[in-house]
């Protein structure tokens, strides 16, 4: 089996199998590559590509990790349930985003998904270098749970997480992460992004 370019394991690379081995546990298997891409068939465009992306309403988390006792978070809408036996969790972060490094080498990840009312903070947390690092985190209530990862108080649900894989693109990494504990408040209606602005959820 050829092993995945760009795939780590907590702080291990696959080895030559394409298995990935920490402390004497099998963690992943990588698929070798296709044989036959289909390289013919040509690409969109990127601007038709988010033209299309644009139509999609996806909720809204800030994903924050904690390194060597300093915090940083980032605000993210790809993330999903990867499986839910082990509970596991599924999100892209860009390897340029200042919490990037935080999440890969701390190891701890928290998605907390926004409300509706979080519209200010999670522009807070997507301001680039205009607010970076500690400085996000003065607006919000922030705690933890078994991680150490910041959870924000208030949100409608934060999944608290254990790094499990990254494997790296070009551009991002795609974060599989074991959920470890699952804070639920629910009772708002979730922030929406759609369309290049947040928009309100009918029922």
């Not at 996000?136 to 991680?147: A, C, D, I, P």
Request: proline share 5%.
């Amino acid at each position: 089996m050829a092993a995945l370019a760009g795939v780590v394991v907590n702080d291990a690379e696959v080895d030559d199998r394409g298995i990935g081995v920490v402390g004497g546990s099998i963690l992943l298997s990588a698929t070798p590559p296709l044989s036959n891409p289909p390289d013919s068939l040509p690409r969109v465009s990127s601007a038709e590509f988010k033209l299309g992306m644009r139509q999609v309403a996806t909720p809204t988390a800030i994903a924050t990790s904690n390194w060597q006792g300093e915090r940083a978070g980032l605000t993210v809408s790809s993330f999903c349930s990867l499986n839910s036996d082990p509970p596991r969790m599924l999100v892209c972060v860009s390897r340029t985003a200042g919490a990037y490094p935080f999440i890969e080498q701390g190891g701890s990840l928290a998605i907390n998904v926004l409300a509706r009312h979080h519209d200010a903070l999670a522009l807070r947390f997507a301001s680039g270098d205009a607010c970076a690092g500690e400085a996000r985190f003065e607006s919000g209530h922030w705690g933890v749970l078994k991680t150490g990862a910041p959870i924000l108080m208030d949100s409608v649900v934060t999944f608290d997480c254990c790094v499990l894989t990254i494997h790296q693109t070009d551009t991002h990494g795609m974060v599989i992460a074991d959920v470890v504990d699952v804070r639920c408040e629910g009772s708002e209606e979730p922030l929406v992004y759609r369309d290049g602005k947040f928009v309100t959820v009918e029922h």
